[in-house]
């Protein structure tokens, strides 16, 4: 089992930028990868970030240059750093963990960004 908890997120302006914070606990070394997600009222998830156990990142094109993905293995975090955001941002994002066949997730962090 991998218990994942989600902060960082809030209000602010178009433009600004947010940091995403996703701390994990339980059987952590047992993970291969983790992403970040989004949604957001009348869409479908967004699958938006990943970062796999050896470093290799991919971005949706929707945040590709404006969002990093990274990991701090002796904090057990994975951070979202979000730049340049956009009231299309908005959105509640989760932290994903992919245990082998299992997938984990946290509770979710609002993201409103005003324009």
């Known amino acids: 089992q991998v218990q994942l908890v989600e902060s960082g997120g809030g209000l602010v302006q178009a433009g600004g930028s947010l940091r995403l914070s996703c701390v994990a606990s339980?059987?952590?070394?047992?993970?291969?990868?983790m992403n970040w997600e989004r949604r957001s009222p009348g869409k479908q998830r967004e699958l938006i970030a990943s970062?796999?156990?050896?470093?290799?990142?991919t971005y949706a094109d929707s945040v590709k240059g404006r969002f990093t993905i990274s990991r701090d293995h002796a904090k057990n975090t994975v951070y979202l750093q979000m730049d340049s955001l956009k009231p299309e941002d908005t959105a509640v994002y989760f932290c994903n963990a992919e245990e082998g066949l299992n997938d984990y997730w946290g509770q979710g962090t609002q993201v409103t960004v005003a324009s």
């Open positions: 339980g059987s952590i070394g047992s993970i291969t990868g």
């Open positions: 970062l796999t156990n050896e470093g290799i990142t």
